[in-house]
């Protein structure tokens, strides 16, 4: 079986705005998307269970994003294809998900997984526009998926309850945190990630365009919440609740 | 404007969210429609009047019972084509999002999600997005019609406003790809549990509790202040603690005075759940965790260091 993830760099440690651009600063440290390190984690599950298979990264971002895929490749992915392109610095939905389905177009893989969300942009939503562009069937917020007689098979939470719902290979599924616990890569995992194919493509390469419909038009101040505090445990962090509460009555 | 609402419902209800969105879309002018889709749903179209509904269009057909995004995205890609629309809008949740972002790849229109907001500036629709944990908020747009927008959930109450709308079918034509997807059981959850709504403390746990088994710290301490326990979605798929006691966009939405998050990272997912609590204090062990944007006061510490302490303070200060 082949399955494509589709994983994405964030930026590590504190976010901040660039006030020019009124984009995410993605000019510092990044890190595999958490979110995406579970459906790496369902992948390479499902991969070993059927005792074969190609797990490939599907990804679009700056060329340092390759450090991320990095980080997959040692948890026991494949291969690895980057779209790093200048004209896709300004992609949203309509461009991201035109440019993801191009290169799953071309890999044609069986299963296309999703991680729940971006940590950065809070996003999540870009599996069922990419599903839409492939024409595959797909099935999101998975917290427990089988793959058999060519199905996948994913139970999944909703605002009412619990769903089951099946639909035949080839298919798109996000899933979610809840679906297991991703592995650390493994010293020899590290090792092994140098050597693994990795694959960087233009948008001209791919024979395709990004663009966007939505525009950031300015940044603003949001409405106070009060005062928050933070402190560290020192020992006397319950002592430090305690009076909090009390003085806001709260005891 | 002509504006469209995708009106979801729920066992025979309207819900509340996409009810509030119709209310916002009429507040902003123009003409509103509403676009309901199901099977043996007819009879909701006219109470979408009663919310600023001008006009519903109702797809009703057998095939479109389960609640699927696919064969929705269909429907709502030729209203939107027939009719002239230029604006579609969404209550945020597990299935609205599938559509709105579906639908945007199938006409190749922008998508804003999580607004908290929408207004016309000199003529343009401008939408208001929290990023960032809610540290700073973004004001959105789009280059052209049609414009799609999801709304973090709860945004809008859904208040009457009186009025009948027109009711409409509209021809039911389905891609083949959107039926390749099926829904092959449908579990609801028991509405039994403590009435977290109503609750003025909650003591809720998270992942960072690290195993079912320290969810009984958290009662200890919701027990203390006389509260009620609550859960994050991630503990409650893993199976830690029942669905009844799930706080979230896909459980309860809870305000009480007094929130303790434990072991909580704040995912936006949980946020949107307890955001209107009156104080919110958080112990979490990862200084980065969003939590601490929006906590009243974030503790960085061991859950399980801090909350049994704190539980021995509570009682000894409760009973003195």
């Known amino acids: 079986m082949k399955i494509a993830v589709c994983v994405k760099q964030v930026p590590e440690g504190n976010r901040r705005l660039d006030p020019s651009t009124k984009r995410l600063d993605r000019s510092g440290e990044g890190a595999l998307n958490p979110f995406d390190t579970h459906a790496v984690e369902e992948a390479l599950r499902l991969r070993d269970a059927a005792g074969g298979g190609e797990v490939v990264l599907v990804s679009m971002g700056p060329q340092k994003t390759v450090d991320a895929l990095r980080k997959a490749l040692a948890m026991g992915a494949d291969r690895a294809v980057l779209v790093s392109d200048e004209g896709a610095a300004n992609a949203d939905l309509v461009g991201t998900s035109r440019v993801l389905a191009a290169v799953l177009e071309r890999e044609g893989a069986d299963l296309v997984l999703f991680g729940q969300q971006a940590a950065d942009g809070d996003g999540a939503v870009l599996w069922a526009a990419v599903a839409e562009r492939l024409r595959r069937p797909v099935i999101s917020q998975v917290a427990e998926l089988t793959v058999s007689d060519g199905k996948a098979r994913g139970k999944r939470q909703t605002e009412f309850g619990y769903d089951v719902i099946q639909a035949p290979l080839p298919a798109v599924v996000a899933v979610s945190d809840a679906i297991n616990e991703p592995r650390y890569p493994s010293l020899k995992g590290i090792m092994g990630a140098k050597t693994k194919p990795q694959e960087t493509l233009s948008l001209s390469e791919l024979g395709v365009e990004a663009g966007a419909k939505t525009e950031v038009l300015a940044l603003s101040e949001p409405p106070p919440r009060g005062d928050t505090r933070k402190i560290e445990d020192n020992g006397n962090a319950a002592e430090q609740i305690v009076e909090f509460l009390a003085e806001k009555r709260l005891l | 404007?002509?504006?469209?609402?995708?009106?979801?419902?729920?066992?025979?209800?309207?819900?509340?969210?996409?009810?509030?969105?119709?209310?916002?879309?009429?507040?902003?002018?123009?003409?509103?429609?509403?676009?309901?889709?199901?099977?043996?749903?007819?009879?909701?179209?006219?109470?979408?009047?009663?919310?600023?509904?001008?006009?519903?269009?109702?797809?009703?057909?057998?095939?479109?019972?389960?609640?699927?995004?696919?064969?929705?995205?269909?429907?709502?890609?030729?209203?939107?084509?027939?009719?002239?629309?230029?604006?579609?809008?969404?209550?945020?949740?597990?299935?609205?999002?599938?559509?709105?972002?579906?639908?945007?790849?199938?006409?190749?229109?922008?998508?804003?999600?999580?607004?908290?907001?929408?207004?016309?500036?000199?003529?343009?629709?401008?939408?208001?997005?929290?990023?960032?944990?809610?540290?700073?908020?973004?004001?959105?747009?789009?280059?052209?019609?049609?414009?799609?927008?999801?709304?973090?959930?709860?945004?809008?109450?859904?208040?009457?406003?009186?009025?009948?709308?027109?009711?409409?079918?509209?021809?039911?034509?389905?891609?083949?790809?959107?039926?390749?997807?099926?829904?092959?059981?449908?579990?609801?959850?028991?509405?039994?549990?403590?009435?977290?709504?109503?609750?003025?403390?909650?003591?809720?746990?998270?992942?960072?509790?690290?195993?079912?088994?320290?969810?009984?710290?958290?009662?200890?301490?919701?027990?203390?202040?006389?509260?009620?326990?609550?859960?994050?979605?991630?503990?409650?798929?893993?199976?830690?603690?029942?669905?009844?006691?799930?706080?979230?966009?896909?459980?309860?939405?809870?305000?009480?005075?007094?929130?303790?998050?434990?072991?909580?990272?704040?995912?936006?997912?949980?946020?949107?759940?307890?955001?209107?609590?009156?104080?919110?204090?958080?112990?979490?062990?990862?200084?980065?965790?969003?939590?601490?944007?929006?906590?009243?006061?974030?503790?960085?510490?061991?859950?399980?260091?801090?909350?049994?302490?704190?539980t021995e303070l509570v009682k000894q200060r409760r009973g003195a």
């Not at chain 2, 509403?34 to 009703?60: I, T």
């Not at chain 2, 305000?255 to 704040?266: H, R």
């Open chain 2, 1 to 310: 404007m002509t504006t469209l609402v995708f009106l979801e419902h729920h066992e025979g209800e309207l819900q509340k969210g996409s009810l509030g969105v119709l209310v916002k879309a009429a507040s902003l002018g123009g003409e509103v429609t509403g676009v309901l889709v199901g099977s043996d749903v007819r009879a909701l179209a006219e109470q979408a009047g009663k919310f600023g509904a001008a006009k519903v269009y109702v797809a009703d057909d057998a095939s479109l019972g389960a609640p699927l995004p696919q064969p929705r995205v269909d429907v709502l890609a030729s209203v939107v084509r027939d009719q002239g629309i230029d604006t579609v809008l969404f209550a945020a949740s597990v299935l609205g999002a599938d559509i709105a972002s579906g639908l945007a790849a199938r006409l190749d229109a922008g998508l804003n999600w999580d607004l908290v907001d929408l207004a016309q500036q000199d003529g343009e629709l401008v939408g208001k997005r929290p990023a960032l944990g809610d540290s700073v908020y973004v004001d959105v747009g789009w280059t052209g019609p049609p414009r799609l927008a999801l709304f973090r959930s709860g945004t809008f109450d859904p208040v009457e406003t009186g009025g009948t709308a027109q009711v409409e079918d509209v021809p039911v034509q389905l891609e083949e790809h959107s039926q390749i997807a099926t829904m092959i059981e449908q579990a609801h959850a028991e509405s039994e549990g403590p009435n977290l709504e109503e609750a003025d403390v909650i003591v809720a746990g998270g992942r960072g509790l690290g195993g079912p088994e320290n969810f009984t710290l958290v009662e200890g301490l919701a027990q203390a202040l006389g509260g009620a326990v609550g859960a994050t979605r991630a503990v409650v798929d893993a199976g830690w603690y029942p669905y009844s006691t799930q706080i979230g966009q896909t459980g309860k939405t809870v305000s009480p005075k007094l929130y303790v998050a434990c072991g909580i990272s704040g995912a936006i997912q949980h946020k949107v759940g307890m955001q209107s609590a009156g104080t919110i204090v958080a112990i979490n062990k990862d200084p980065n965790a969003p939590i601490f944007e929006f906590a009243d006061l974030g503790v960085v510490g061991d859950v399980h260091q801090v909350v049994p302490k704190l």
